[in-house]
């Protein structure tokens, strides 16, 4: 009846630290990456040309500034730096996707991650917009300066006969 009790050799080295850093700075170069693509964004309001103005406090605590917009049903709530209301509203409703009046910064909750709010088509218009609120101005454009080619129409050659 020898108990195998086992030897307890535990060689457990656990490198903090890096790990830490990552989680907090992004893996690479302290550039956290933004997605181009998102799952989430079926339930975004259908109406995001009209939206808060940027320094709309947050509506359960009041903070002034730096506030979250939910763009699912346009409420105003903090950061997670704060009281996180943005955060528990999406616990609350799934609303998984905002944006960040203080830098315009789109992040979804459910992904993790920030959104590219410039390539991402369905985010476009409402970060324009909400940039304009902010600098009273449009976002300096970074895609190709579009000297696009007149593309009229194929005409109809005329049949004649
Ligand atoms: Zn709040
Ligand atoms: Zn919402
Ligand atoms: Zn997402």
Not at 15 to 23: F, K, R, S, V
Not at 51 to 60: A, D, E, G, L, S
């Amino acid at each position: 009846m020898a108990d195998q009790a086992g030897s307890s050799s535990s060689h457990l080295e656990i490198n903090l630290g890096e790990d830490d850093y990552d989680l907090i700075y992004g893996a690479e170069s302290g550039w956290v990456e933004a997605k181009t693509h998102c799952d989430h964004l079926a339930s975004l309001s259908s109406d995001l040309a009209h939206i808060p103005i940027p320094n709309t406090p947050c509506n359960r605590c009041q903070h002034p500034s730096e506030n979250w917009l939910c763009l699912s049903c346009k409420v105003v709530l903090c950061s997670r730096f704060v009281n996180k209301h943005m955060l528990e509203h999406y616990k609350q409703t799934t609303h998984s996707v905002a944006l960040s009046y203080s830098d315009l910064s789109v992040w979804c909750f459910a992904c993790d991650s920030y959104l590219d709010a410039q390539l991402i088509q369905q985010l476009r218009p409402v970060h324009e917009t909400a940039y304009i609120l902010k600098f009273d101005e449009a976002p300096p454009v970074r895609s190709v300066e579009s000297s696009r080619p007149e593309d009229k129409p194929a005409m109809d050659t005329p049949s004649s006969s």
